[in-house]
């Protein structure tokens, strides 16, 4: 019953390290997405992937990449951290675009 | 430019009457509605959904109502109960692909049942 599983669930970075956060869906979906939630913003869309060994830019993807390793596996990388990356960070999933979205429990993200 | 918007960051409502959560959106091409229930340190889940091509969808205690000549869109939980406690949030989908849709979010109700 795990769903969409986020890890870590939190991590403290310095200015300028490089972190990968990490999702999993065990739902067999085609397509998963990222997105971040600031303090009294609703979620924004980073990047996603429609299908595996297909990446897309969202509404937010500076300073972010990311890796559909497989159908099940959906990264996000930070290269160089910034404090304005300071966020919550949800992965999600769905199999069609008219379906409802699934997300993990989020990692919280701090950069110092 | 918010596309969606939650206009009430709170409400109270006693237990066993009606809440009301309303979102309004200004993009035409958004073709399908969700409402996501949220609780602290744990992700959205998603509690109802509406085609653009309907008024009205129901799922037991919940029902959501879209008026799109308004661009609005509303959430009605009938009764209130204190496990209904957490921030709704409304979100409207457009397509990308075949598979994959953009959901654009409000910012959040936060609504608290109260004995």
């Known amino acids: 019953n795990a769903g969409v599983t986020q890890t870590p669930k939190f991590q403290v970075l310095k200015t300028g390290q490089s972190m990968t956060l990490q999702c999993a869906q065990d739902?067999?979906?085609?397509?998963m997405y990222w997105y971040r939630q600031d303090p009294g913003m609703g979620l924004r869309l980073i990047y996603y992937?429609?299908?595996?060994?297909?990446?897309d830019k969202g509404e937010v993807p500076n300073g972010y990449n990311v890796s559909r390793l497989n159908k099940r596996e959906f990264s996000l990388r930070l290269e160089s951290a910034a404090p304005s990356q300071t966020s919550v960070y949800f992965c999600?999933?769905?199999?069609?675009?008219?379906?409802?979205?699934?997300f993990g429990d989020g990692t919280r993200l701090s950069i110092l | 430019d918010q596309q969606v918007k939650q206009n009430s960051p709170s409400l109270s409502v006693q237990e066993g009457r009606i809440s009301i959560l309303n979102c309004d959106y200004t993009?035409?091409?958004?073709?399908?509605f969700l409402w996501y229930k949220k609780y602290p340190a744990e992700g959205p889940t998603f509690l109802i959904s509406?085609?653009?091509?309907?008024d009205k969808n129901e799922d037991g205690r919940f029902t959501v109502f879209l008026n799109k000549s308004a661009k609005h869109l509303s959430l009605h939980i009938v009764p209130s109960q204190p496990g209904d406690s957490a921030v709704y949030f409304c979100?409207?989908?457009?397509?990308?692909?075949?598979?994959?849709?953009?959901?654009?979010f409000g910012t959040g109700t936060r609504l608290q049942v109260t004995l």
């Open positions: 999600a999933s769905s199999d069609w675009e008219d379906q409802p979205q699934h």
């Open positions: 739902m067999n979906h085609n397509s």
């Open positions: 992937s429609a299908s595996e060994g297909t990446t």
């Open positions: 993009n035409s091409m958004f073709d399908y």
């Open positions: 509406i085609s653009s091509i309907k």
């Open positions: 979100a409207a989908s457009a397509s990308l692909t075949g598979t994959a849709s953009k959901l654009t």
